[in-house]
Every structure is written in C-alpha cells, then in structure tokens.
Antibody, heavy 114, light 107 residues
Framework: EVQLVESGGGLVKPGGSLRLSCAAS????????MNWVRQAPGKGLEWVSS????????YYADSVKGRFTISRDNAKNSLYLQMNSLRAEDTAVYYC???????WGQGTLVTVSS | AIRMTQSPSSFSASTGDRVTITCRAS??????LAWYQQKPGKAPKLLIY???TLQSGVPSRFSGSGSGTDFTLTISCLQSEDFATYYC?????????FGQGTKVEIK
C-alpha cells in the first residue's frame, strides 16, 4: 500500500525556518518524481515545488523561489522541503504527492505568525 | 505561467443530477490535464488524468473530455458522496497550475 506521511509542520514566527519531511512507503520511491502542494486556510490548491527521481530537475513556484529548497534522499525514501524566510502568506497545509499526484499524504500544517 | 480558469466557482445540485464543470487554460496544454476531488479536511484525490483517463478505482460516473484549452469534468449521476470541491490542474509545463476550484453543494 502506497503511503506518504508528512511531518515537521508547526508554528513559526515570520522570518523563521522550518523543514518538512515526507516519508514514503509501498512503492519504489527512487523511480518517481515528487511534488509539494499547499493549501492556505479556506483557499485552493497551490503547487509549490517538484523534484525528479534522481534530483536532476527541480522546479519552484515563483512565490517560494529563493526561500524554499526541495530535496530527497532515495536511500531513506524521504522527501524534504526546507522553508526559510517564512511569511504569513506561507501559512497552509503542505501536502507531498507522488507524481503524477496519484497519491497524496495527509498534509502537515504550517502556521507563520508572531 | 498558464492560468487555469474553472467555471462555475460553485453551484447547488441534487442527487441524481448530471453535472458538468469546465476548465479553460490560458494557452494550449494538449491533454496534460488532471481533475481532483477534495472533501473538507482531506487530501485531494485524483479522479482523471490525461484529460479523459479515469484513475483506477474511480467510479465510471466520472468522465473527462477536452484538449488544447477547453476541458470538462462530467458526473453523470450525482451521488451523495460526490458533494465536494473539484480542481483541475495542468501538467504541461512548470509551474504546474491549478484552477481555483468548483464547489458542488447539495440543493
């Protein structure tokens, strides 16, 4: 059974940092590109970042470029999102999803507030 | 970035109704379009990919059509469990963009 479990969310002050993790199981993690998608409270879905299976190709939304870094460790079946210089508008539930977004995690809430 | 525009933003319908949601891309995306269903407090669920291919396990009352810039999601006979918000997403190019969502409510 494919499982994606996010962790690392929480409350952080503006300008702070947070690292999200996504633990994958039930499939060959190293064969798939992975995505981060977020959803602000009461709002729609926003694609954040994607990384190819071997980390050769990485893409970011303009809204997070230069502040967020996506990475993966295929040996640990894990996906990461390092979030720096956080802003109030980054407050959202962050989902990891296997490409082509056929499986999603349950999400982890990031709240940026003083 | 490619803009995805869904219509309507919300509407009310009754169980048994046939409903159609439209998604328009600001430029051609071939058939690189997916549809998702999301219920409150839950992760999105993939319904359709490649514009018209039903994801495994998704009921056949869901169907998708279109290519280029205009796409539709149709639910042939609305069931109680279908009341949710639906999103389209293009994966033709980065940034991958979503429509703003269509909320289907009970009449």
């Amino acid at each position: 059974e494919v499982q994606l479990v996010e962790s690392g969310g929480g409350l952080v002050k503006p300008g702070g940092s947070l690292r999200l993790s996504c633990a994958a199981s039930g499939f060959t993690f190293s064969s798939y590109s992975m995505n981060w998608v977020r959803q602000a409270p009461g709002k729609g879905l926003e694609w954040v970042s994607s990384i190819s299976s071997s980390s050769s190709y990485i893409y970011y939304a303009d809204s997070v470029k230069g502040r967020f870094t996506i990475s993966r460790d295929n040996a640990k079946n894990s996906l990461y999102l390092q979030m720096n210089s956080l802003r109030a508008e980054d407050t959202a539930v962050y989902y990891c999803a296997r490409d082509p977004s056929d499986f999603w995690g349950q999400g982890t809430l990031v709240t940026v507030s003083s | 970035a490619i803009r995805m525009t869904q219509s309507p933003s919300s509407f009310s319908a009754s169980t048994g109704d046939r409903v159609t949601i439209t998604c328009r891309a600001s430029q051609g995306i071939s058939s690189y379009l997916a549809w998702y269903q999301q219920k409150p407090g839950k992760a999105p669920k993939l319904l359709i990919y490649a514009a018209s291919t039903l994801q495994s396990g998704v009921p056949s009352r869901f169907s998708g059509s279109g290519s280029g810039t205009d796409f539709t999601l149709t639910i042939s006979c609305l069931q109680s469990e279908d009341f949710a918000t639906y999103y389209c997403q293009q994966y033709y190019t980065y940034p991958r963009t979503f429509g703003q969502g269509t909320k289907v409510e009970i009449k």
